[in-house]
């Protein structure tokens, strides 16, 4: 399982990397936008950040298979084992295409269907990123979407895997992962509410209360 944070925000990252088993972050041209920061220099950070082990991921701006290609090297310069983001449309078929014969891994985006996402991975997609949120906000059902994604590509394609994005709640990530998915990526506000729950707190301040009662003091 591979769990990713969905942010270019740098203290959110250190915080929730000291605290969650993370694989690498994803970033899109709306979360570059909201940090501020242009991207090469922005990248160049967050790997920093992370450490060699873990993965960065970065999209294209182009809407041409060409310059889809040229970005992705241009992006790479700066990470060399950065993950591309590719949409999954017909200029981004092509390239995805490309890229996987270049060796580059890619993860196709922007996947609102399941057979939009099966073509990504018959082009050569290591990751494909269904919209769960977005899905739903259109009227779709996520969870059907994912479920059937999940299973073309346990039947067809196996050497990728689903990257479940756009979460507004842990428990349509919970809906992912019981469906199969093998990595997410969790908005930064997302990932929190997986690690603070009120409840929680009351019952350890509970236990503190009872404890002190008896004993005087929270020590052994």
């Known amino acids: 399982m591979e769990l990713y944070l969905d942010t270019a925000d740098i203290a959110a990252i250190k915080r929730l990397a000291a605290v969650l088993p993370i694989s690498g972050v994803t970033t899109n041209p709306s979360i570059v936008a909201k940090s501020g920061k242009a991207i090469f220099s922005l990248l160049a950070e967050l790997q920093d950040i992370l450490g060699a082990d873990k993965l960065l991921f970065a999209q294209v701006l182009s809407s041409d298979a060409k310059q889809m290609i040229?970005?992705?090297?241009?992006?790479?310069?700066?990470?060399?084992?950065?993950?591309?983001?590719?949409?999954?449309?017909?200029?981004?078929?092509?390239?995805?295409?490309?890229?996987?014969?270049?060796?580059v891994p890619t993860l196709g985006t922007a996947v609102y269907g399941a057979g939009q996402g099966f073509l990504g991975a018959l082009?050569?997609?290591?990751?494909?990123?269904?919209?769960?949120?977005?899905?739903?906000a259109q009227g779709g059902n996520s969870k059907d979407?994912?479920?059937?994604?999940?299973?073309?590509?346990?039947?067809?394609?196996?050497?990728?895997?689903?990257?479940?994005?756009?979460?507004?709640?842990?428990?349509q990530a919970?809906?992912?992962?019981?469906?199969?998915?093998?990595?997410?990526?969790?908005?930064?506000?997302?990932?929190?509410?997986?690690?603070?729950?009120?409840?929680?707190?009351?019952?350890?301040?509970?236990?503190?209360?009872?404890?002190?009662?008896?004993?005087?003091?929270?020590?052994?």
């Open 70 to 103: 040229k970005e992705s090297e241009q992006l790479r310069k700066v990470v060399p084992n950065l993950v591309t983001k590719i949409p999954v449309n017909a200029e981004g078929l092509i390239a995805i295409k490309e890229l996987t014969k270049q060796g």
């Open 145 to 171: 979407t994912v479920q059937e994604l999940q299973k073309l590509l346990d039947l067809h394609c196996p050497e990728s895997m689903v990257l479940a994005a756009s979460f507004r709640t842990p428990r």
């Open 174 to 220: 919970l809906e992912c992962m019981l469906a199969g998915c093998k990595a997410i990526t969790l908005p930064a506000d997302v990932a929190e509410l997986f690690i603070a729950d009120p409840a929680v707190d009351a019952a350890v301040t509970k236990f503190d209360q009872d404890w002190c009662a008896a004993f005087g003091s929270l020590k052994y």
């Open 123 to 136: 082009a050569g997609a290591k990751y494909i990123a269904p919209y769960v949120n977005r899905i739903d």
